[in-house]
């Protein structure tokens, strides 16, 4: 078990969280979430003091435990290691774990020919699962998980929420596949940036992520009634109020200079009437939900014919840096499907979908936007959103921009700060609105949804459901694959085959 006691994390100008306080026992599965860039990775690092760019304040009692971490992504000092000194000190530390790893190199489909190689050249899947292997390979009584699913492939996610579910271990983690917080969470600490991301809060619920979220949503619901109902009682009053000052106005505008008695009644009446007036206007009413489901973002008039052929692909072998990876892959997409790419981590789903892209960029038959595995790569050559959005925009352009940002949550300093201060579920925000803005009819997508808070998703998936162009992407998110998706393909090293 550890504890966590009155913790504070404020970072900059602002609180990340306050006055935080939980225990974590044997068998507890607490899994943080909330939107990009309110803390939870940031949290994860301040218990292990390695964040020393916040202010912490409180107390943290670990009672003796070793805690095994899992980061969201891979070191650069570690990126060059070869894989078999990143998992082992030495020969004797590979003797005596030996069993335990082949065994999970077994649960994760992992031939041990991957041994050989060096963390830098794997996919992302792999990478993450050599990772976990590590962890799993310690002596290890709490563990960390930040993201543990990026980039899993199914089978790999199906072992992973199974470990989660039957370790004993206390197990924090951080997560935004719906489908794992379902299946595997027992306790939720929720972290939100209200008013503006000036303002933090914090949810500690005891019990699964369901029922979170059906007491929450219920809660959202109530409130906004509320503040609907009292701001329909407010307009009626200051209507009527209004009426009443308007008639007493004239009253006094025409009432003879005769009537002394009458006019003295007349303002003393507008006098208690300015009274009520200030009564009612500084009247506090409720408030609507600021919540991070209230996300907004569409695609107006995008539109692909039926019949128009968007690519047709016939290879006899896809390889990278002369490996095969895949032999004869066919694929012929015509109209406004929505397909999904499946398949083993490595097998060359992401080489497979870059070959795409290429292959469509320079159409002018169509609009296409591309959203890679790393961001980097679209986005590197831009210092500011803006400057990515629109390049060469004009202010009108500029001040839509900011409108449809402003609708995902983007502070005005976010707006107009650089990239790399960005989270990355933040980026894929950007990214979206870029192709809302500049009207995408084809989208080429390598995991869309894997940074997205499980409250937001929800909202991302279903614009993408009404997506009325082309959708060719590269997911494991079931839900994605359910909501989203039409067609699904996996890729294999026999070929590419449709389910």
């Known amino acids: ?22 225990v974590l026992n044997q068998g507890d599965k607490m899994a943080l979430i909330g939107e990009e860039g309110n803390g939870k990775s940031t949290l994860l690092k301040a218990i292990l003091s390695q964040a020393p760019y916040v202010e912490m304040n409180g107390k943290v009692n670990l009672y003796g435990n070793k805690i095994g971490y899992l980061e969201q992504s891979l070191n650069e000092k570690d990126a060059l290691k070869g894989i078999y000194d990143f998992l082992f000190e030495n020969e004797e530390a590979y003797y005596e774990k030996s069993h335990s790893l082949y065994r999970y ?40 998980l930040d993201e543990p699913t990026n980039d899993l492939d199914l089978n790999s996610l199906a072992w992973l929420e199974n470990f989660i579910k039957c370790t004993s271990k206390p197990v924090l983690y951080v997560s935004h596949d719906e489908t794992l917080l379902s299946n595997t969470a027992n306790r ?49 009053q200051q209507e009527k109020l209004n009426k009443i000052m308007q008639k007493v106005d004239y009253q006094q505008s025409s009432i003879s200079r005769q009537d002394p008695h009458g006019a003295k009644v007349l303002k003393k009446k507008m006098h208690t009437l300015k009274a009520q007036e200030k009564k009612l206007e500084t009247r506090k009413l409720a408030e609507m939900p600021d919540v991070e489901e209230s996300i907004s973002f ?47 981590n490595g097998v060359g789903k992401s080489t497979l979908l870059k070959l795409i892209y290429e292959s469509l960029k320079n159409r002018t038959d169509i609009v296409l936007g591309y959203m890679p595995q790393k961001y980097e790569e679209e986005i590197s050559p831009y210092t500011s959103i803006l400057s990515f959005i629109f390049p060469h925009g004009n202010q009108e352009e500029i001040t839509k921009a900011r409108m449809y940002l402003g609708n995902m949550h983007l502070t005005k300093e976010e707006m107009t700060g650089n990239f790399d201060d960005l989270s990355n579920g933040t980026k894929v925000k950007v990214i979206l609105i870029k192709f809302v803005l500049n009207q995408c009819n084809v ?57």
């Open 1 to 22: 078990m550890f504890e966590v006691k009155n913790l504070s994390l404020r970072l900059n100008d602002r609180y990340l969280v306050e006055n935080l306080s939980f």
């Open 105 to 144: 190199l077994n649960s994760f489909c992992l031939n041990e020919e991957i041994l050989k190689q060096t963390l830098v050249n794997l996919s992302g899947g792999e990478s993450v699962k050599i990772r976990l292997l590590k962890l799993l390979l310690e002596d290890c009584n709490v563990l960390f």
């Open 188 to 236: 939720i600490l929720h972290f939100e940036q209200v008013r503006k991301k000036t303002l933090c809060r914090h949810t500690l619920f005891n019990g699964g992520y369901t029922n979170y979220v059906l007491q929450r949503l219920n809660g959202i619901e109530v409130q906004t009634e509320q503040a609907k109902f009292e701001k329909r009682k407010f307009n009626q």
């Open 298 to 344: 569409c695609f107006d008039t995008v539109f692909i014919p039926k019949s128009k052929r968007i690519i047709h692909i016939e290879l006899s072998k896809l390889e990278v840096n002369n490996k095969l990876l895949v032999q004869n892959i066919n694929l012929d997409i015509v109209g406004p499907v929505h397909l999904a790419i499946t398949g083993k």
């Open 443 to 499: 989208l080429v997508l390598d995991e869309p949804t894997r940074n997205i808070s499980p409250l937001s998703n929800p909202v991302i998936r279903k614009m993408l459901s009404e997506f009325k162009g082309t959708i060719i992407s590269v997911s494991h998110d079931r839900k994605f694959l359910e909501e989203v998706v039409d067609d699904i393909y996996e890729l294999t090293p026999e070929g590419l085959f449709k389910k």
